[in-house]
C-alpha cells in the first residue's frame, strides 16, 4: 500500500475500508473523499473500518460517524490495533472485530429478552430527519441522526437510533412480538409505544443510552452505556 492509498473490499454484511498509517485527520479526510468521489457505489451502504495504529479519541470518532453519515453511509465496525482507538469505539457502541460469518447462532447465548437479532437484519438509514418529515419504516431500523421537533418516525419493529430524539418515535408489531427501543439521548422527545405515550422519567432523560423493552410482561425502560446501544 502507498503512503496515501486506501483499500476497498467487500465483506460478508458491508465493505471493508483499510486506511494507511497516517494521522486520524487524514485518515478521515482520505475516507470521505473517496466516498464523495464513488457516491453511487458507497451511498447505503455499510462500512467497517481498519485504522490500523491510528489513535482516535471519541470525541473523532462521533464526528467521523456524523460525517459519514451525511453522506449517506453507514459505520458499522472499527478496527484498530490502538488501544485508545478500541476504547473510543466500545465506548461509542461500535465492535472493534469483524463477526464470523461462518458460525451459527446458538439459542441459549442470545442476550436480554429477544434483543434485535443482528445488525445484519437492520435497516440503515444514515442521516437525521427534517423538520416536519414523517418517516415510515417496515421491520427493524437503525437510524444515525436525529428526529428533530416537527418529525416523526414510525417503524413497525424494533429502533436503535443513534442520535437524539426531539420529535415523535412511535413502534409498534405483532402482539407476540417484543419491541425494543434502544436511543442515545431521548431530550425532550416523545415515545410512542402501540399508539400509547410512554412516561420517560426525567432522570433517564438526562442519560446518554436508553433501553425499552415492551414484551409480554410489560414495558422495562433502563438506562445503559453508549457502547452498550448496538
Same mark, same amino acid.
Given at each position: 500500500m502507498n503512503n496515501l492509498d486506501l483499500q476497498v473490499k467487500g465483506i460478508h454484511g458491508g465493505v471493508l475500508i483499510t486506511l494507511p498509517s497516517v494521522p486520524w485527520y487524514q485518515q478521515r479526510d482520505l475516507l470521505v473523499g473517496r466516498i464523495q468521489a464513488q457516491e453511487r457505489f458507497f451511498k447505503g451502504g455499510r462500512i467497517a473500518l481498519d485504522v490500523g495504529s491510528t489513535d482516535w479519541s471519541g470525541e473523532q470518532v462521533l464526528k467521523l460517524?456524523?460525517?459519514?453519515?451525511?453522506?449517506?453511509? +453507514?459505520?458499522?465496525?472499527?478496527?484498530?490495533?490502538?488501544?485508545?482507538? %478500541?476504547?473510543? @469505539?466500545?465506548?461509542?457502541?461500535?465492535?472493534?472485530?469483524?463477526?464470523?460469518?461462518?458460525?451459527? !447462532?446458538?439459542?441459549?447465548? =442470545?442476550?436480554?429478552? @429477544?434483543?434485535?437479532?443482528?445488525?445484519?437484519?437492520?435497516? +440503515?438509514?444514515? %442521516?437525521?430527519?427534517?423538520?416536519?418529515?414523517?418517516?415510515?419504516?417496515?421491520?427493524?431500523?437503525?437510524?444515525?441522526?436525529?428526529? !428533530?421537533?416537527?418529525?416523526?418516525?414510525?417503524?413497525?419493529?424494533? =429502533?436503535? =437510533?443513534?442520535?437524539? =430524539?426531539?420529535?415523535? @418515535? @412511535?413502534?409498534?408489531?405483532?402482539?407476540?412480538?417484543?419491541?425494543?427501543? %434502544?436511543?442515545?439521548?431521548?431530550?425532550?422527545? %416523545?415515545?410512542?409505544?402501540?399508539g400509547k405515550e410512554l412516561e420517560i422519567p426525567s432522570k433517564l432523560r438526562k442519560q446518554n443510552g436508553l433501553v425499552i423493552i415492551r414484551n409480554e410482561n410489560g414495558v422495562e425502560i433502563r438506562s445503559v452505556l453508549p457502547r452498550r446501544l448496538i
Open positions: 460517524l456524523k460525517d459519514l453519515a451525511d453522506e449517506g453511509v +453507514c459505520l458499522w465496525t472499527i478496527l484498530s490495533s490502538s488501544e485508545k482507538t %478500541r476504547q473510543a @469505539a466500545e465506548y461509542h457502541g461500535f465492535p472493534t472485530s469483524l463477526p464470523d460469518p461462518n458460525k451459527k !447462532p446458538v439459542e441459549n447465548q =442470545l442476550s436480554e429478552t @429477544a434483543k434485535i437479532e443482528s445488525v445484519d437484519n437492520i435497516a +440503515c438509514l444514515s %442521516r437525521s430527519l427534517a423538520e416536519g418529515e414523517h418517516f415510515q419504516h417496515h421491520g427493524d431500523l437503525l437510524l444515525i441522526g436525529d428526529i !428533530p421537533h416537527d418529525a416523526e418516525l414510525e417503524v413497525k419493529g424494533s =429502533l436503535i =437510533l443513534w442520535g437524539t =430524539l426531539h420529535g415523535i @418515535a @412511535a413502534v409498534s408489531a405483532d402482539s407476540h412480538q417484543v419491541i425494543e427501543v %434502544r436511543l442515545l439521548k431521548i431530550e425532550d422527545g %416523545r415515545i410512542m409505544v402501540e
